[in-house]
């Protein structure tokens, strides 16, 4: 199955900037989207954004302007660039990958975000 480590997370004071880092450990070529669940306290999860290859990401209308999510074409690894945070991001972030021809999702071990304000 893939296996998925991600990095990047941290405190930030408000309108900072943080970049989240997910790669898999199998070739680009068998991961058909990947991208990034959050969950914080007393909410649901949320999915915040998802790309497919050689397709335009989708993003929550909460992140959007905000989060960009890129680099699955390339590579193995898929980034999540946040810009101008805001307190009510914070969460533990989560990637996921779906492999071709599996329903399941692989998901990574999810890295927290703190926002201040």
């Known amino acids: 199955q893939v296996q998925l480590v991600e990095s990047g997370g941290g405190l930030v004071q408000a309108g900072g900037s943080l970049r989240l880092s997910c790669a898999a450990s199998?070739?680009?070529?068998?991961?058909?989207?990947m991208g990034w669940y959050r969950q914080a306290p007393g909410k649901q999860r949320e999915l915040v954004a998802y790309?497919?290859?050689?397709?335009?990401?989708t993003y929550a209308e909460s992140v959007k302007g905000r989060f960009t999510i890129s680099g699955m074409n390339a590579n193995n690894t898929v980034y999540l660039q946040m810009n101008s945070l805001k307190p009510e991001d914070t969460a533990i972030y989560y990637c996921?990958?779906?492999?071709?021809?599996?329903?399941?999702?692989?998901w990574g071990q999810g890295t927290q975000v703190t926002v201040s304000s």
């Open positions: 996921y990958a779906r492999q071709t021809g599996v329903t399941r999702l692989s």
């Open positions: 199998r070739i680009i070529f068998s991961i058909d989207d």
């Open positions: 790309i497919r290859r050689f397709r335009l990401p």
